[in-house]
């Protein structure tokens, strides 16, 4: 799942989605996805977006639109939780400061 970073700063300046792209190494960030459209693609490199893993076990017996339905809430549940988590994980990222 792709969900959207957050066009702020971190405490020390640096733009969230800037620290993404280097702590993912910097870009190309390598999507385990197949097949992603050119536009996600640039919005991974452009930290405008970050990819999460999520295991979805459906029923059988479920219909595709609930099955949709079941991926959407997944997602909803989810999103404040990966949001929140890259603002704690990255707030100081960037910082630099000399002790001697």
Same mark, same amino acid.
């Given at each position: 799942?792709?969900?959207?970073?957050?066009?702020?700063?971190?405490?020390?300046?640096?733009?969230?989605?800037?620290?993404?792209? @280097?702590?993912?190494?910097?870009?190309? $960030?390598?999507?385990?996805?197949?097949? $992603?459209?050119?536009?996600?693609?640039?919005?991974?490199?452009?930290?405008?977006?970050?990819?999460?893993?999520?295991?979805?076990?459906?029923?059988?017996?479920?219909?595709?639109? @609930?099955?949709?339905?079941?991926?959407?809430?997944?997602?909803?549940?989810?999103?404040?939780?990966?949001?929140?988590?890259?603002?704690?994980?990255?707030?100081?990222?960037?910082? @630099?400061?000399?002790?001697?």
């Amino acid at each position: 799942m792709h969900f959207p970073v957050p066009d702020i700063n971190n405490d020390v300046g640096v733009s969230y989605r800037l620290a993404v792209v @280097e702590y993912q190494g910097g870009a190309p $960030i390598r999507s385990a996805l197949q097949n $992603i459209s050119a536009l996600e693609q640039q919005q991974l490199d452009a930290g405008e977006i970050i990819e999460r893993t999520v295991i979805y076990n459906s029923n059988p017996s479920k219909t595709l639109s @609930e099955k949709r339905a079941d991926i959407d809430a997944i997602y909803n549940s989810k999103l404040s939780s990966v949001t929140s988590t890259i603002q704690t994980m990255l707030s100081y990222w960037g910082y @630099e400061r000399d002790i001697m």
